[in-house]
C-alpha cells in the first residue's frame, strides 16, 4: 500500500502536464493496491487455518490426557474424530502433529498409541501394553510367540531383540522408536494352545510353553536357527 501511495502521488503531480504517464502510473497503482488486497485476504485465511489446527491439536491432546489419565493407551481415527468433532480425516492429520510431538505413536494407519512420559526416549511403550488392541482393531488372530513367549515363560536367557507374533498372513514389520514388533505367519495361530496373559494394560494372547517349543522349532529361520533353540532349551 505504501508503494501504491507513491504511485497515486506521481501520478497526481503528473497528471495535467503529462496524463498519459499519469493514467499508466494509476494502473501501477491499482495493481499494488490489489495485490494488497489479496495478500490481506490470504492472511487472514492462513491465521483461520492455524487457528484452527492449534485448537483441534488442543483439544485432541487434551483428550489424550485423559485417557491416560484412566489408564487407557490406545485409541482410533474414528475416536479422534469423535473427540474434536471433525471428519476422520482432519483427525488423522491432527493425530499426525502429537506424533511430531511424540506424544503418540501409530503402529497402523488410524490406529494411535500414547506414549507416557518415562517412555518418551524409548519412543514408544512396550508392545504388551498395546498388541491385544491393535491386533483386535485391525481383526486379526495372533500369539504372542517365539523368542518373545519363551522369555516370558523364563526359558530365554536374554531379552529378545524384537517382540515376536504369530499371526495367519503376512503382516510388515514395525518399528517404533526402540521398538520392533516382528510378524511371522503361521496358519494355525488360532489353534495353538494359548492363555490371556495380564499385562500392564490389560491382556494378550500368548502361547503355552509346549506350543512355544513347537513354534521355536517350527520357525527356525525367524529366530537365528538351531542353536539358538538349543539354547532357550
Not at 497526481?12 to 493496491?33: C, E, H, K, Q, T
Not at 498372513?169 to 495353538?192: I, M
Not at 499385562?199 to 512355544?212: D, K, V, W
Amino acid at each position: 500500500r505504501e508503494i501504491a501511495a507513491r504511485y497515486f502521488e506521481a501520478a497526481d503531480a503528473l497528471r495535467r502536464r503529462w496524463p498519459v504517464v499519469s493514467r499508466f502510473l494509476r494502473d501501477i497503482a491499482d495493481g499494488y493496491l490489489h495485490d494488497a488486497e489479496h495478500e490481506d485476504k490470504r492472511g487472514a485465511r492462513d491465521k483461520e487455518t492455524y487457528i484452527w489446527a492449534a485448537s483441534n491439536e488442543d483439544r485432541l491432546a487434551e483428550w489424550v490426557d485423559g485417557l491416560q489419565a484412566e489408564g487407557r493407551y490406545t485409541f482410533t481415527a474414528e475416536e479422534a474424530a469423535g473427540a474434536i468433532d471433525r471428519p476422520a480425516s482432519e483427525a488423522k492429520q491432527t493425530c499426525s502433529s502429537l506424533v511430531t510431538r511424540s506424544r503418540i505413536v501409530s503402529p497402523e494407519d488410524g490406529f494411535y498409541v500414547i506414549v507416557p512420559l518415562e517412555y518418551r526416549a524409548a519412543g514408544c511403550p512396550p508392545p504388551s501394553w498395546f498388541i491385544d488392541d491393535w491386533l483386535a482393531w485391525s481383526n486379526t488372530a495372533y500369539a504372542v510367540a517365539l523368542l518373545t513367549s519363551a522369555a516370558l515363560h523364563g526359558a530365554a536367557h536374554q531379552q529378545p531383540q524384537a517382540f515376536q507374533v504369530i499371526v495367519p498372513e503376512p503382516r510388515d514389520e514395525v518399528v517404533l522408536g526402540r521398538v520392533r514388533v516382528q510378524f511371522v505367519v503361521d496358519d494355525s495361530v488360532g489353534s495353538l494352545p494359548a492363555d490371556d496373559a495380564k499385562t500392564e494394560t490389560g491382556t494378550m494372547r500368548l502361547l503355552s510353553p509346549a506350543a512355544t517349543a513347537v513354534s521355536l522349532v517350527r520357525h527356525l529361520g525367524a529366530v537365528g536357527g538351531a542353536d539358538v533353540v538349543a539354547n532357550v532349551f
